[in-house]
């Protein structure tokens, strides 16, 4: 197995099993036996004969496909909970409120993530009926959640993350908003607004539009969209936050829309997903996929047979601690098959990722991986049946192939996995040739990119002092010594402009069922009126949702160039960041 220090860390540290005494007593290799042979256990239960131990162990053990952390993490253990993100509703009433509070409270102990929509709850200030009290407002309900999170780690091995949901047209908005503005509230929640086409149709008209009490449905006023808008960009330019769902459009693509409306998603937003809802999550390593610079699609062809088997036996293996998200999930069987290494993909063939080429590749890509995994799903069910509510979904009532699973590609952001894996994380550009990535509880780690360090030694440009400055600085556009040709092809998310970004997101968007987790990367200098044009552009190409992050716009961000680099930089010309 080809793991790289970084890996195995990681690895040591959240997902090798422990003893009693918090010693590791598992080898990475003994670890994919465990999921191994643990998922395919699933096939006695139809009574297949598949040989999909073998299978499932060689895709994960040869780093060509990895599931979400808790797969990895519980399967063949005590803790049955496989999959990584759930929707749980959160009614008006105080009873609801703390429901839903407790069941995310045993879904964070599990290993999983958890998302809410808000908009049910009763403005601030409204009357509370039962009592002939105040209201507090959704956004005081968010702090307890938080406050819970906080005092719960999942599984002993990550923090809970929650995606906290609040509808453009909710009177609070503007508190929502501008919740994470003071520092240190609400750390454990994603922030997005719930947008939609009335109100980007209002954005474009220059138009007000009404906020709506949920409690009695009146309008209690007219608010410029343009403002809100305007409001929604400053704030994400701020603080990285809130993202934007396109719930409309979402909701075109539920495949089950007589079992309710989607109204939220997982805590990085690729997931929609129905109340009680879960998804079970894997991404195959397109790095992998690559053989002399071109794509061997015959073994991305048997990976995505492979995965797909291998994410639909994982449902019938689940325990839920919940009867409702028991019951949703066995009865559409969504899964989230993605991809990651994306970007070392282009590398290896040679195209830089703000380039029309890179677009059509993913198109390419994309358009294989969607028809295969539809024609997987299809072989499953003939064997095995269809989703159980098949029937009145839009499969049956336009007459679509009989598949497996209700939905099935999701291109997830893979932050943990990649690391093992030892690729660039889901879709995304290179962060920098170099930099420091924060994981488990703030332990830093330095990635420097392998293929850099490789083409440097053969074209005979390595040295010492250039790979310091190199993680200083994580760009090597304008470096002197490095071939522009080199330069072009190490194209990093902040080298690029916004526009790149989104149009990979909507390339990607085209061929998911579900949605595309994608971060909008901005320079520190980028303005407010930027990131509004983001939004804008990804509404008008296709996206169902947008999240960005200007540079340095936080105390702590999880990626960072390497500090304390105590030496004059012959390329820099100064001296960086002494101590």
């Known amino acids: 197995m080809e793991l790289s220090d970084n890996a195995q860390r990681v690895l040591r540290h959240r997902y090798l099993l422990k003893d009693e005494h918090g010693n590791v007593n598992e080898t990475p290799d003994q670890m994919f036996c465990r999921v191994a042979s643990y998922v395919a256990s699933a096939d006695d239960l139809y009574g297949d004969m598949t040989g999909s131990e073998q299978e499932f162990y060689s895709i994960m053990s040869n780093l060509e496909f990895l599931p979400n952390s808790p797969t990895l993490m519980n399967a063949g253990t005590s803790i049955k909970q496989l999959a990584a993100c759930f929707v749980l509703p959160v009614g008006d009433s105080l009873v609801e409120i703390f429901e839903a509070l407790k069941n995310t409270a045993i879904i964070h102990q599990s290993g999983g993530g958890t998302g809410f929509n808000l908009s049910r709850l009763r403005p601030k200030g409204?009357?509370?009926?039962?009592?002939?009290g105040i209201a507090s407002?959704?956004?005081?309900f968010m702090k307890v959640f938080d406050a819970a999170t906080q005092a719960i780690k999942q599984g002993g091995r990550r923090r809970g993350a929650n995606m906290g949901i609040l509808s453009v047209d909710h009177p609070d908005i503007v508190d929502f908003i501008t919740a994470k503005h003071e520092p240190g509230l609400l750390t454990n929640f994603n922030l997005s607004v719930g947008v939609t086409?009335?109100?980007?149709?209002?954005?474009?008209?220059?138009?007000?539009?009404?906020?709506?009490?949920?409690?009695?449905?009146?309008?209690?006023?007219?608010?410029?969209?343009?403002?809100?808008f305007n409001l929604m960009a400053a704030s994400a330019w701020k603080s990285g936050e809130p993202g934007l769902l396109f719930l409309d459009r979402i909701n075109?693509?539920?495949?089950?829309?007589?079992?309710?409306?989607?109204?939220?998603?997982?805590?990085?937003?690729?997931?929609?997903?129905?109340?009680?809802?879960?998804?079970?999550?894997?991404?195959?390593?397109?790095?992998?996929?690559?053989?002399?610079?071109?794509?061997?699609?015959?073994?991305?062809?048997?990976?995505v047979d492979i995965a797909v088997r291998f994410l639909d036996n994982v449902i019938d293996l689940e325990q839920f601690p919940l009867e409702n998200i028991d019951r949703m999930v066995k009865g559409n069987r969504k899964i989230g098959l993605g991809v990651m290494g994306f970007a070392d993909m282009l590398m290896r063939s040679g195209i830089a990722y703000n380039s029309p080429e890179a677009v059509e590749r993913a198109k390419e890509v994309m358009t294989f991986v969607y028809n295969r995994a539809v024609q997987a799903s299809e072989e499953i069910a003939q064997r095995r049946g269809v989703f159980r509510n098949f029937k009145d979904s839009v499969y049956d009532k336009n007459g679509m192939p009989e598949v497996r699973n209700a939905t099935r590609i999701t291109i997830a952001p893979t932050g943990s996995i990649s690391l093992i894996a030892g690729c660039s994380s889901g879709i995304e550009?290179?962060?920098?040739?170099?930099?420091?990535?924060?994981?488990?509880?703030?332990?830093?780690?330095?990635?420097?990119?392998?293929?850099?360090?490789?083409?440097?030694?053969?074209?005979?440009?390595?040295?010492?002092?250039?790979?310091?400055?190199?993680?200083?600085?994580g760009s090597v556009q304008g470096m002197p010594d490095v071939p522009e040709a080199v330069q072009r092809l190490f194209i990093t998310s902040h080298d690029m402009g916004y526009k790149w970004h989104v149009r990979l997101q909507a390339a990607f968007q085209k061929f998911s069922d579900n949605a595309v987790s994608k971060t909008v990367n901005f320079r520190y200098d980028a303005t407010k009126e930027?990131?509004?044009?983001?939004?804008?552009?990804?509404?008008?190409?296709?996206?169902?949702?947008?999240?960005?992050?200007?540079?340095?716009s936080r105390n702590e961000q999880v990626m960072t160039t390497v500090e304390g680099l105590q030496q004059d930089c012959d390329y820099c010309g100064a001296l960086l960041n002494p101590t």
């Open 137 to 140: 407002g959704p956004v005081s």
């Open 197 to 228: 086409d009335t109100f980007m149709d209002a954005v474009e008209a220059g138009q007000s539009f009404g906020l709506v009490n949920p409690r009695n449905g009146e309008v209690t006023e007219h608010r410029d969209a343009i403002e809100i």
């Open 429 to 473: 550009p290179i962060y920098a040739v170099s930099y420091v990535k924060t994981v488990m509880d703030g332990e830093k780690l330095v990635v420097t990119n392998p293929y850099f360090e490789q083409i440097a030694k053969k074209e005979e440009f390595y040295s010492p002092g250039l790979m310091e400055c190199i993680a200083c600085r």
């Open 126 to 132: 409204d009357i509370v009926g039962s009592t002939g």
């Open 530 to 552: 930027d990131v509004g044009r983001a939004f804008k552009l990804a509404y008008t190409l296709g996206c169902k949702g947008i999240t960005v992050y200007r540079d340095r």
């Open 252 to 303: 075109r693509d539920n495949p089950t829309p007589g079992l309710g409306t989607i109204e939220a998603t997982n805590p990085c937003g690729e997931q929609p997903l129905l109340p009680y809802e879960a998804c079970n999550l894997g991404s195959i390593n397109l790095e992998r996929m690559i053989d002399g610079g071109n794509i061997d699609y015959d073994k991305l062809g048997r990976t």
